[in-house]
């Protein structure tokens, strides 16, 4: 990610990330059960709304682009 020049994504200190991810574990964990060869259709909205959650509080990148880095 650090080739893509300036305005490209960058990668927070390991420790910013991993701190990161730790406080994400609860919702993580809550999904934990979940299977996406099973999803049901009634059970993805929520699923989806949750990953969106987790993914826009991850510290993956010190950019905007968070789909990038998770």
């Not at 305005?7 to 990330?17: C, I």
């Not at 991993?18 to 999904?31: K, R």
Request: aromatic share 8%; hydrophobic share 40%.
């Amino acid at each position: 990610m650090h080739r893509m020049g300036k305005k490209g994504a960058k990668m927070p200190d390991f420790k910013t990330f991993a701190d990161s991810i730790a406080d994400l574990a609860p919702g993580i964990e809550e999904l934990s059960h979940y299977r996406i060869t099973t999803l049901s259709s009634e059970d993805m909205p929520y699923i989806v709304n949750k990953l969106w959650s987790l993914i826009a509080r991850l510290e993956g990148s010190t950019t905007r682009s968070k789909l990038v880095a998770n």
